[in-house]
């Protein structure tokens, strides 16, 4: 087990030859764009090598193993959470950092199941984590349990939203046209189901925007 310090509070290693065009910002922003277009699972030291043209082991110049490069570009992304003029008034707020998380994990799926667990704590993922607590902070005089609820809340929902929501959600829509079903429905014993489906409207879209509404109507309900 390491006992240095964590790989972002590590000086960047000088490179190896006079003129090396490697460093760990380069090697972190290529992992990204192979797990963004092929899965977290693509991302080996020798593969960034040969994107980088260079020696598998003078990648380990800059990380002593993969979990380091894993670090380093959850803290990459986890900037693009950081909302960059957060409103003042606590609802703009709280969806503004709803709508950034959002996007991130849109943009870069392979770190979602990363995000269901406990993620390495790095300095923009803290960042982000403050940024969340500054926005329900801004509701003055509330017990700092019931904000932290808050913040739970819609961090839980945008991370279950999106994964719903990436999960094959065309799929589902066109199981629904299928052999059985229409002889389940032809029973009777399922009307509303049936009337979903005559409305051609079985699995409505979902709607980011809608469900965190619902969400914070329902806080602000009990505050009042």
């Not at 693009?80 to 991130?104: F, Y």
């Not at 904000?147 to 739970?152: D, F, N, P, Y």
Request: charged share 25%; glycine share 6%; hydrophobic share 45%.
């Amino acid at each position: 087990m390491s006992t240095q310090p964590p790989i972002w509070a590590r000086p960047e290693p000088k490179g190896r030859g006079r003129q090396s065009p490697l460093s760990r910002a380069g090697i972190v922003r290529v992992a990204i764009e192979v797990a963004d277009a092929e899965g977290l699972e693509a991302v080996s030291m020798r593969r960034l090598a040969r994107e980088l043209s260079a020696g598998a082991m003078s990648l380990y110049h800059y990380f002593e193993n993969r979990e380091e490069l894993l670090e380093l570009m959850i803290d990459t992304v986890a900037a693009e959470m950081v909302v960059p003029d957060l409103p003042g008034d606590w609802r703009p707020a709280v969806e503004a950092v709803a709508r950034h998380s959002r996007a991130m994990f849109r943009a870069h799926t392979w770190v979602l199941p990363i995000f269901q667990d406990v993620p390495a704590v790095t300095p923009n993922l803290l960042r982000h984590i403050e940024q969340t607590a500054r926005a329900v902070a801004s509701l003055e005089g509330q017990p700092p349990e019931l904000l932290s609820a808050l913040a739970g809340a819609v961090d839980d929902f945008t991370i279950g939203f999106t994964l719903r929501e990436l999960s094959g959600g065309e799929r589902r829509q066109r199981s629904w046209d299928t052999p059985e079903l229409r002889l389940l429905l032809e029973s009777g014993e399922f009307p509303l189901v049936a009337s979903f489906i005559a409305a051609d409207s079985p699995m409505p879209a979902p709607d980011f925007e809608l469900g965190l509404r619902w969400l914070l109507d329902g806080f602000q309900a009990q505050l009042a």
